[in-house]
T-cell receptor
Framework: KAGVTQTPRYLIKTRGQQVTLSCSPISGHRSVSWYQQTPGQGLQFLFE???????NKGNFPGRFSGRQFSNSRSEMNVSTLELGDSALYLC???????????????FGEGSWLTVV | AQKITQTQPGMFVQEKEAVTLDCTYDTSDQSYGLFWYKQPSSGEMIFLIYQGSYDEQNATEGRYSLNFQKARKSANLVISASQLGDSAMYFC??????????????FGKGNQVVVIP
């Protein structure tokens, strides 16, 4: 079955612009989370959604936002882009939130964002 | 405080040999899960293996096995019979029950592995 799908794969934006990234989870998965990966900070948790509700949020400014739709697809938005927002943005999905056995978390290929 | 520590520098491994990647973690939770992921240069984070804190046996998935030592808070990944395609960054990550039963992972900084023929 199809894995986690993220679009677009690569994009270049200018400082001050905004960007929207999309994530389609594995079929049947209802929990979606987002991560930012940079060389300096490594992998950092952004937020998590389940049943269209944000369940948890990482330590990022309000310029970073997201949402989840009724079909479990998710989008994240970054407004007023800064150079430091250049990163690989990874989306992950699982059946449900939480540590039940077998509730593996799968990631997509990521969206490479460059801010110039 | 860092929750996941991966301290090994980049490693060169001979093809067909085994390699062990170290991971130590810090948590006060009794219930937690440990994941290992592989990230090639393309960026995709590929799931390798999972170990739950209450699992009595070490997890295995094909050529991947996990040496889980709960008292020492370590979860080392063993890759047997290395292949050229194993060249990648490897990340250890932890999900803690105290984080609200969600899917918030804390990641280590990763181990770079290069397999040489």
């Amino acid at each position: 079955k199809a894995g986690v799908t993220q679009t677009p794969r690569y994009l270049i934006k200018t400082r001050g612009q905004q960007v929207t990234l999309s994530c389609s989870p594995i079929s049947g998965h209802r929990s979606v989370s987002w991560y930012q990966q940079t060389p300096g900070q490594g992998l950092q948790f952004l937020f998590e959604y389940f049943s269209e509700t944000q369940r948890n949020k990482g330590n990022f400014p309000g310029r970073f936002s997201g949402r989840q739709f009724s079909n479990s697809r998710s989008e994240m938005n970054v407004s007023t882009l800064e150079l430091g927002d250049s990163a690989l943005y990874l989306c992950a999905s699982s059946l449900v939130p939480g540590g039940a056995s077998g509730n593996t978390i799968y990631f997509g290929e990521g969206s490479w964002l460059t801010v110039v | 405080a860092q929750k996941i520590t991966q301290t090994q520098p980049g490693m060169f491994v001979q093809e067909k040999e085994a390699v062990t990647l170290d991971c130590t973690y810090d948590t006060s939770d009794q219930s937690y899960g440990l994941f290992w992921y592989k990230q090639p240069s393309s960026g995709e984070m590929i799931f390798l293996i999972y170990q739950g804190s209450y699992d009595e046996q070490n997890a295995t998935e094909g050529r991947y096995s996990l040496n889980f030592q709960k008292a020492r808070k370590s979860a080392n990944l063993v890759i047997s019979a290395s292949q050229l395609g194993d060249s990648a960054m490897y990340f250890c990550a932890m999900r803690e029950a105290s984080q609200g039963g969600n899917n918030r992972l804390a990641f280590g900084k990763g181990n770079q592995v290069v397999v040489i023929p």
